[in-house]
Protein backbone atom coordinates (compact mmCIF):
# COMPACT_ATOMS: atom_id res chain seq x y z
CA UNK A 1 0.00 0.00 0.00
CA UNK A 2 1.70 3.48 -1.35
CA UNK A 3 1.46 6.04 2.05
CA UNK A 4 2.64 9.20 1.43
CA UNK A 5 2.86 11.91 4.56
CA UNK A 6 3.64 15.19 4.15
CA UNK A 7 4.84 17.94 6.88
CA UNK A 8 6.25 21.05 7.58
CA UNK A 9 3.63 23.28 6.48
CA UNK A 10 2.65 26.42 7.81
CA UNK A 11 1.74 30.22 8.16
CA UNK A 12 5.31 32.43 7.25
CA UNK A 13 5.89 36.31 6.27
CA UNK A 14 6.27 37.14 2.83
CA UNK A 15 10.38 36.58 2.21
CA UNK A 16 10.38 34.27 4.49
CA UNK A 17 10.99 30.39 4.34
CA UNK A 18 9.68 27.05 5.36
CA UNK A 19 10.45 23.23 4.15
CA UNK A 20 7.94 20.82 3.30
CA UNK A 21 9.09 16.62 3.45
CA UNK A 22 7.00 13.79 2.29
CA UNK A 23 7.68 10.58 3.53
CA UNK A 24 7.08 7.49 1.32
CA UNK A 25 6.28 3.80 1.86
CA UNK A 26 4.79 0.90 -0.30
CA UNK A 27 6.84 1.94 -3.69
CA UNK A 28 10.92 1.85 -4.29
CA UNK A 29 11.19 4.99 -3.31
CA UNK A 30 15.03 5.08 -4.84
CA UNK A 31 13.69 4.34 -8.30
CA UNK A 32 10.77 6.48 -7.88
CA UNK A 33 9.98 10.55 -9.86
CA UNK A 34 8.33 12.09 -7.12
CA UNK A 35 6.64 15.74 -7.24
CA UNK A 36 5.28 18.63 -5.31
CA UNK A 37 1.96 20.15 -6.91
CA UNK A 38 0.00 22.52 -4.58
CA UNK A 39 -3.55 23.92 -4.92
CA UNK A 40 -4.94 27.03 -4.06
CA UNK A 41 -8.79 28.00 -3.20
CA UNK A 42 -10.52 28.37 -6.68
CA UNK A 43 -7.45 26.92 -8.37
CA UNK A 44 -6.75 24.14 -10.67
CA UNK A 45 -3.87 21.61 -8.76
CA UNK A 46 -0.63 22.60 -10.36
CA UNK A 47 2.65 20.55 -10.22
CA UNK A 48 5.54 22.78 -8.25
CA UNK A 49 8.54 20.65 -8.75
CA UNK A 50 9.39 17.09 -9.34
CA UNK A 51 12.96 14.98 -8.94
CA UNK A 52 13.69 11.87 -10.76
CA UNK A 53 15.26 8.62 -9.65
CA UNK A 54 18.72 10.29 -11.52
CA UNK A 55 17.63 13.48 -9.09
CA UNK A 56 17.01 15.70 -12.00
CA UNK A 57 14.42 18.59 -11.56
CA UNK A 58 12.07 20.56 -12.94
CA UNK A 59 10.36 23.98 -11.61
CA UNK A 60 7.33 25.77 -12.69
CA UNK A 61 7.95 29.16 -13.98
CA UNK A 62 6.54 31.40 -11.12
CA UNK A 63 8.97 29.38 -8.09
CA UNK A 64 12.19 28.86 -10.18
CA UNK A 65 15.38 30.17 -8.29
CA UNK A 66 13.11 30.35 -5.21
CA UNK A 67 11.88 26.01 -4.36
CA UNK A 68 14.69 23.64 -4.30
CA UNK A 69 13.03 19.92 -4.44
CA UNK A 70 15.50 17.39 -3.40
CA UNK A 71 15.27 13.52 -1.98
CA UNK A 72 17.12 11.34 0.28
CA UNK A 73 16.38 7.71 -0.80
CA UNK A 74 18.41 6.69 2.71
CA UNK A 75 15.32 7.99 4.47
CA UNK A 76 12.48 7.80 1.81
CA UNK A 77 11.80 11.30 1.78
CA UNK A 78 11.13 14.00 -0.98
CA UNK A 79 12.00 17.69 0.25
CA UNK A 80 10.42 20.94 -0.95
CA UNK A 81 13.15 24.15 0.49
CA UNK A 82 10.75 27.27 -0.28
CA UNK A 83 12.63 30.27 0.26
CA UNK A 84 11.88 34.11 -0.46
CA UNK A 85 7.97 33.30 0.07
CA UNK A 86 4.89 35.15 -1.60
CA UNK A 87 1.47 35.42 -0.80
CA UNK A 88 0.50 34.20 -4.10
CA UNK A 89 2.06 31.06 -2.79
CA UNK A 90 -0.41 30.10 -0.47
CA UNK A 91 -1.78 27.02 -1.33
CA UNK A 92 -2.23 23.28 -0.06
CA UNK A 93 0.95 21.75 -0.70
CA UNK A 94 0.81 18.15 -1.72
CA UNK A 95 3.26 14.81 -2.76
CA UNK A 96 2.89 12.74 -5.67
CA UNK A 97 3.62 9.50 -7.06
CA UNK A 98 2.77 7.42 -10.28
CA UNK A 99 2.88 3.95 -9.88
CA UNK A 100 1.61 0.96 -11.93
CA UNK A 101 -0.14 4.52 -13.55
CA UNK A 102 -1.99 5.45 -10.92
CA UNK A 103 -1.49 8.55 -8.95
CA UNK A 104 -0.88 8.17 -4.97
CA UNK A 105 -1.29 11.47 -2.94
CA UNK A 106 -0.47 12.39 0.64
CA UNK A 107 -3.14 14.06 2.55
CA UNK A 108 -1.92 18.19 1.97
CA UNK A 109 -0.14 20.82 4.25
CA UNK A 110 -0.96 23.82 4.45
CA UNK A 111 1.01 26.83 3.36
CA UNK A 112 -0.31 30.61 4.27
CA UNK A 113 2.25 33.29 3.35
CA UNK A 114 0.99 36.21 5.15
CA UNK A 115 1.53 39.18 7.32
Known amino acids: QVQLVESGGGLVQPGGSLRLSCGAS????????MGWYRQAPGKQRELVASINSGGSTTYVDSVKGRFTISRDNAKNTVYLQMNSLKPEDTAVYFCNVVRNKIDYWGQGTQVTVSS
Open 26 to 33: GIIFRLAA
